[in-house]
């Protein structure tokens, strides 16, 4: 076994070598034991990966080191010092700074105004925001962090808005940064320069704890990885002794395939085209201006772009969710675009079944049952009434029982309400839910955000079984190694519109981070 094998490879430090001790640390929520005597050591000065599966307990043993929760056990230590960390104060204070995620910035503040939030001094606003600017200036020379310290937060790319984020940390004194995620809303050049940055603080003395799901981020970036399985800590190796496979099976306990093994497609008669398709918000802003294209029976078109380029209003529409002006057919019949049905009954009459990219507000009601929400959309199906009053409730808890074990849900709780899961498996149930309808057409956003490895190598096998077996798919992903393992042809959106359509045996990352970028498409379709 591979965790056997890395077990005890990486030798103790020196405490005053270290930025980061953490000793016997446990945490349970109710029965779930979420963190179970986990002991780690992060040398000062390097980037530390920390990975593992949904429910590994990553999330909180990283919310225990920056206060957001109490350990029920252990001990943090702080360059060698034993520190209590009660909440995110102290932590702050500790010099730990957060990188979430889903950024914590005011919208219509401007950068400066952000970033000295909460760390004013005293009660005039005009001392403080002088004192930022200049270190804002000191600090963006220093480490590649340029940004306009007038611009609002509602005006810059996501790229600068997780540079403001990296500044807010830096400002308050930071020496050891957590970064959540880091690159799921970045384009691959706005990655490889988050990267640059990073080094450049590793250089400067900086230590970076970096909770990431992408292995090859992991092999790029880390000198160090930690696997968490389960809630413990099942080894951490130096990532120049190790490989993307090895890792993968720490994290779950076996083998995993981490290439799609997929045949050539055998494309049939069209299934869905798209002409003209426009889209307005409720403010009259166009979001989607003038959408060409075409889905065949037996085959995958990848949406690639940065979240926020008209790849979510694109999914609501065809799904039925939101209004648009056009042309969509299915099967050759004219969709109903007026978003009457918004619930999206009608689209699953007509064969199509629809995962969002918003899990939370458009995919479940986060205070039903796993089982409920499994029933969402298909709960008038006959193998689910008793008469023509009643559904057949136990019939429908069976029916979700059974995705959560082939889908490996956990806990395999049919009856714990949405929220008590975690995202990934909350995602796991939503894709049970759509992907066994045996539907014509499978809108799919975001499939594995969030998700572990094994699960993703699931689902991706349940997406070929469905294009294999003669449906159409079309899929939106904002993780390019997604987009080209699965997709047969990848359509590339930047601002409401088609950059570009490129076949994924002739191109490459480069190629479509300058369609993602706005870079006008210079090969043609493919």
Not at 66 to 75: H, L, M, N
Not at 214 to 228: A, H, P, Q, Y
Not at 474 to 497: K, Q, T, W
Not at 508 to 525: H, I, N, S
Request: hydrophobic residues 40%; aromatic residues 4%.
């Amino acid at each position: 076994m591979a965790a056997e094998r890395q077990q005890g490879r990486q030798a103790a430090a020196a405490p005053d070598s270290l930025a980061i001790e953490l000793r016997g640390i446990s945490k349970s929520f109710g029965p779930v034991q979420a963190n179970k005597d986990i002991s780690i050591q992060v040398r000062r000065g390097s980037i530390h990966g920390i990975i593992g599966e949904n429910g590994a307990g990553k999330s909180t043993l990283m919310s225990i080191l920056y206060g957001f929760y109490r350990a029920d056990a252990g001990e943090i230590y702080i360059g060698g010092r034993l520190t209590p960390i009660p909440d995110s104060q102290s932590a702050i204070r500790a010099g730990i700074g957060m990188v979430f995620q889903h950024f914590k910035l005011v919208q219509n503040f401007t950068v400066l105004e952000n970033v000295i939030l909460g760390a004013e001094e005293g009660r005039l606003l005009r001392p403080s925001l002088a004192k930022a600017r200049k270190a804002l200036a000191d600090l963006a020379r220093e480490y590649e962090l340029e940004v306009d310290p007038d611009a609002r937060i509602e005006d810059l790319s996501v790229g600068h808005q997780q540079r403001v984020e990296i500044l807010k940390a830096l400002y308050r004194q930071a020496d050891i940064l957590i970064l959540d995620e880091p690159t799921g809303v970045l384009t691959p050049a706005e990655a490889d320069h988050l990267f640059r940055i990073l080094k450049g603080l590793r250089e400067q003395g900086k230590t970076i704890i970096l909770i990431t799901h992408k292995l090859r981020e992991i092999m790029e970036i880390t000198d160090t990885v930690s696997v968490m399985r389960r809630g413990q800590m099942t080894a951490t190796v130096q990532t120049a002794e190790t490989s993307p496979e090895e890792l993968a099976e720490l994290m779950v306990g076996r083998k995993v395939l981490l290439r799609v093994d997929k045949a050539p497609a055998i494309p049939g008669r069209t299934v869905l085209k798209v002409e003209n398709l426009r889209v307005r918000d409720e403010n009259g802003v166009e979001r989607l201006k003038g959408i060409d294209l075409t889905v065949r029976a037996g085959e995958i078109l990848g949406i690639a772009g940065v979240a926020g380029n008209g790849q979510s209003e694109l999914l609501e529409v065809l799904g039925g969710i939101a209004r648009g002006a056009g042309s969509v057919q299915l099967n050759g019949v004219e969709l109903d675009l007026s978003g009457k049905h918004s619930d999206g009954q009608s689209r699953r009459l007509q064969g199509i079944a629809h995962v969002p990219e918003d899990r939370q507000h458009l995919g479940m009601i986060m205070d039903f049952t796993a089982w409920e929400n499994v029933a969402f959309g298909y709960h008038n199906e006959p193998e689910y009434q008793k008469n023509a009053l009643l559904m057949d409730n136990e019939a429908l808890r069976e029916d979700t029982r059974r995705k959560m074990e082939r889908f490996d849900v956990r806990p395999p709780d049919c009856t714990l309400a949405a929220k008590n899961f975690s995202g990934g498996n909350q995602q796991k149930l939503i894709v049970a839910r759509e992907i066994e309808r045996n539907p014509d057409l499978l809108l799919i956003g975001q499939p594995t955000r969030g998700v572990d490895i094994g699960a993703i190598e699931f689902i991706h096998k349940q997406i070929l079984a469905l294009r294999d077996a003669g449906k159409a798919v079309l899929l939106v992903s904002v993780e390019l190694d997604e987009i080209m393992s699965l997709s047969d042809r990848i359509a590339v959106m930047f601002d409401g519109r088609i950059m570009g359509f490129r076949d994924p045996a002739t191109t490459d990352e480069r190629d479509l981070g300058l369609l993602m970028a706005g870079v006008d498409d210079v090969k043609g379709a493919a």
